[in-house]
Antibody, heavy 111, light 112 residues
């Protein structure tokens, strides 16, 4: 059974770095890419970036300068790091393979 | 980056009514491999999004066949033939042809 689950801090201070983990099961990261998507409260979905099955990455142009996505295939985990957080980075953060989605983690950036 | 424009932003429907949502792309979504990677997702209130249709017209497993997708190149449509109460929520188109991928702004389907 395919599952993705996000984990990480729910409250982060402005100017700090957000670190989130997506733990997957039911498939191998070497066979499928994983995408990070976020959704500010009451707003639409924003595609953040992807780590492809070969380990290459692509990022949203607007976030590229402060975002990185990595993985540990042995642990079936994908990592998101985003620095210089601001209050408008407050959002639900999802990891997804598009056909399967995590439950999301609500991250609040406090000033 | 590819811009996806969804219309209408809000759609009011009665149960049993058929409705359509449009998604227009700022550039062709036909990939060099011959496929067109335009997907449709539904986000019900308080839930994670779920994939309904992939590659324009392919129904994801378990999705009712009252949902259908059509279109090509830059113009795409999602049709619901007979809205049911469980269909209420926000619909998003998403393109996966050109990196970075992008989403439309969403169409909220509500009861009239």
């Amino acid at each position: 059974q395919v599952q993705l689950k996000e984990s990480g801090p729910v409250l982060v201070q402005a100017s700090e770095t957000l670190s989130l983990t997506c733990t997957v099961s039911g498939f191998s990261l070497t066979n499928y890419g994983v995408i990070w998507v976020r959704q500010p409260p009451g707003k639409g979905l924003e595609w953040m970036g992807i780590i492809w099955r070969n380990g290459n990455t692509d990022y949203n142009s607007a976030l590229k300068s402060r975002l990185s996505i990595n993985r540990d295939t042995s642990k079936s985990q994908v990592f998101l790091k985003m620095n210089s957080l601001q209050t408008d980075d407050t959002a639900i953060y999802y990891c997804t393979s598009i056909d399967y989605w995590g439950q999301g983690v609500m991250v609040t950036v406090s000033s | 980056d590819v811009v996806l424009t969804q219309t209408p932003p809000t759609l009011s429907a009665t149960i049993g009514q058929s409705v359509s949502i449009s998604c227009r792309s700022s550039q062709s979504l036909l990939d060099s491999d011959g496929d067109t990677y335009l997907n449709w997702l539904l986000q019900r209130p308080g839930q994670s999004p779920q994939l309904l249709i992939y590659s324009v017209s392919n129904l994801e497993s378990g999705v009712p066949n009252r949902f259908s997708g059509s279109g090509s190149e830059t113009d795409f449509t999602l049709k619901i033939s007979g809205v049911e109460a469980e269909d209420l929520g926000v619909y998003y188109c998403m393109q996966a042809t050109h990196a970075p991928y992008t989403f439309g702004a969403g169409t909220k389907l509500e009861l009239k």
